[in-house]
């Protein structure tokens, strides 16, 4: 038997979910608010910042590799409650990749909703066995002799990439550091690059 909601059947149920998770003290209406606001907020824009800090900023760039999520909040980025943010830093020897083999887990407070591709099967299978492959369909072509490190993002640990600073930025602000930051950037398909 299918079920068709109207908006009032929907609007009742979302309801009815909200008065039962506040009886039984899991969420309080105000929580569940805020956790949606929170969420709304979260995109590709606010780990572009968090790129274009650390490239500018030393200490900000310790913090950001020793605690995602400190470096986050230390942004005005909330993340009370999420999973801990693990940073990946890219090198001229080293290129991360980040993908979720099971699932679609995602650092949805600094990226955002994922992309409908990371959420693919095909993304998620050709990442661990053809990641050089997948990363030249991106137009990504990483030099025999840069390591590629495949990192598996989970429900119980959420993963983004700290990518290069592009040559020929110095000097830049973090306004247009972070203007020129993807979110294929720090994921690892792509690599920030200044338009030329």
Known sequence: MSMNLTETDSDRLLAALRAVLADKAIATGAEITE???VTDAGGPAQGARMVARAWADPT???LMLADGARAAEALDIPMRGLPPLGVLEDTPGLHHLVVCTLCSCY????LGYPPFW???AAYRARAVRDPRGLLAEWGTV??????LRVVD???DYRWMVLPLRPAGTEGWDEARLAAIV???DMIGVTIPAIAT
């Open 35 to 37: 956790r949606i606001r």
């Open 60 to 62: 900000y760039r310790a």
């Open 107 to 110: 650092p949805r407070a600094v």
């Open 118 to 120: 990371y959420k693919s």
């Open 142 to 147: 990483l030099p025999d002799t840069v390591k």
């Open 153 to 155: 993002s989970t429900a």
């Open 182 to 184: 993807r979110d294929g």
